[in-house]
């Protein structure tokens, strides 16, 4: 079982840019995540990278403003251009199992959650 310790995050005016960190001991043989989730809303996937940090996954939602990668035992996610809708709860995760990397039954570990607020 991996730990995984979120740091970054916090508040930003639209336009800006935040780096979120997710210090993930144990997780290298393994596919990261990142999740978000506003205020009534599922939580949804927003990207991915795979175990070797070649192949990375994006919603629509964040294609072009954020930027998945992973250097050791760290996943980062840098978030540019961000917008108002990007105000979320964003969280890491290591994935346990094959299937849809947007998925988040297919994730065994998570981070504490780190919030994201973008004031327009």
């Known amino acids: 079982q991996a730990q995984l310790v979120q740091s970054g995050g916090g508040s930003v005016q639209a336009g800006g840019s935040l780096t979120l960190s997710c210090a993930a001991a144990g997780s290298r043989s393994r596919g990261m995540a990142w999740f978000r989730q506003a205020p009534g809303k599922q939580r949804e996937g927003i990207a991915a990278i795979n175990t070797g940090g070649y192949t990375t996954y994006y919603a629509d939602s964040v294609k072009g403003r954020f930027t998945i990668s992973r250097a050791l035992d760290t996943v980062y996610l840098r978030m540019n251009d961000l917008k108002p809708e990007d105000t979320a709860m964003y969280y890491c995760?290591?994935?346990?199992?094959?299937?849809?990397?947007?998925?988040?039954?297919?994730?065994?570990?998570w981070g504490q959650g780190t919030q994201v607020t973008v004031s327009s």
């Open positions: 995760a290591a994935k346990a199992a094959a299937g849809y990397w947007n998925v988040s039954t297919y994730y065994n570990d």
